[in-house]
C-alpha cells in the first residue's frame, strides 16, 4: 500500500525567506509525485510534477521539488517566499499504473510580513 | 472561467437527511473524483467515474453513492448523514486514468455541515 507523510502541518516563515516543505512517500512500486497547491477558498491546483527523467522539477512561480529515491522524499522548496505563497500544501504520489492520487494531509505554509 | 464547478459551496443538511452535491465540468474529461476531506487531514479518494463505469474505493461507506448521467456531471449522494460525515467534499476531473493522469482539476469544494 502506498502513503505519504508531510512531516510538518505548519511552516510560519518571514517573507523573503527560504522555506522547505518535507514529503516522504512509501510505495513497493513506482510511482508519480506531486505537489499540489489550495489557496483559501479555491480548488487544489497542481503546482508540480515528478514523471520521470530529471529528479529536479521547478514550477512557474519559483517552487522546486527534488525527487530522492533513496531518501523516498519529493520535498519542496523555495529560496524566498512571498506573501502570496500563503496557501495549503499537499504532496501526493500516484502509482504509474493507476492514475490515482493518494495525498498527504497537508502544510500550511504561513508567510509573514 | 472555472472549469470544474461545485455547487453549491456550503450545504447545511439534518442527521440522516439525504444530501445531494453536485459537480460540473467544461474539460470533456473522462474521469470524474470525489474526494472527502476533514479538517485537517489528507483528502480521501472516495470513488470515480471512467466514463460510465464506476470504481469504488474499498474503505468507502455505502452511505455515499454517486451518479454520472452525462459526461459533465456528477453527484455525490449520503443517504444518511451523520455527525462524521461532516466534511469539505472535492470533485475533479482528468483527461484519463493512469500514466496518462498527469494533472487533476478541482473544483472549489462544498462545505458540508450536519446538524
Known amino acids: 500500500a502506498q502513503s505519504v507523510t508531510q512531516l510538518d502541518s505548519q511552516v510560519p516563515v518571514f517573507e523573503e525567506a527560504p522555506v522547505e516543505l518535507r514529503c516522504n512517500y512509501s510505495s513497493s512500486v513506482s510511482v508519480y509525485l506531486f505537489w499540489y497547491v489550495q489557496y483559501p477558498n479555491q480548488g487544489l491546483q497542481l503546482l508540480l510534477k515528478?514523471?520521470?527523467?530529471?529528479?529536479l522539477v521547478e514550477s512557474i512561480n519559483g517552487f522546486e521539488a527534488e525527487f530522492n529515491k533513496s531518501q523516498t522524499s519529493f520535498h519542496l522548496r523555495k529560496p524566498s517566499v512571498h506573501i502570496s505563497d500563503t496557501a495549503e500544501y499537499f504532496c501526493?504520489?500516484?502509482?504509474?499504473?493507476?492514475?490515482?492520487?493518494?495525498f498527504g494531509q497537508g502544510t500550511t505554509l504561513q508567510v509573514k510580513p | 472561467d472555472a472549469m470544474v464547478i461545485q455547487n453549491p459551496r456550503y450545504q447545511v443538511t439534518q442527521f440522516g437527511k439525504p444530501v445531494t452535491l453536485s459537480c460540473s465540468q467544461t474539460l470533456n474529461h473522462n474521469v470524474m473524483y470525489w474526494y472527502q476531506q476533514k479538517s485537517s487531514q489528507a483528502p480521501k479518494l472516495l470513488f470515480h467515474y471512467y466514463d460510465k463505469d464506476f470504481n469504488n474505493e474499498a474503505d468507502t461507506p455505502d452511505n455515499f453513492q454517486s451518479r454520472r448521467p452525462n459526461t459533465s456531471f456528477c453527484f455525490l449522494d449520503i443517504r444518511s448523514p451523520g455527525l462524521g460525515d461532516a466534511a469539505m467534499y472535492l470533485c475533479?476531473?482528468?483527461?484519463?486514468?493512469?500514466?496518462?493522469?498527469?494533472?487533476?482539476?478541482f473544483g472549489s469544494g462544498t462545505q458540508l455541515s450536519v446538524l
Open positions: 475533479a476531473t482528468s483527461r484519463d486514468l493512469g500514466p496518462a493522469n498527469e494533472k487533476l482539476f
Open positions: 501526493a504520489v500516484s502509482r504509474s499504473n493507476t492514475g490515482k492520487l493518494i
Open positions: 515528478y514523471l520521470s527523467g530529471s529528479t
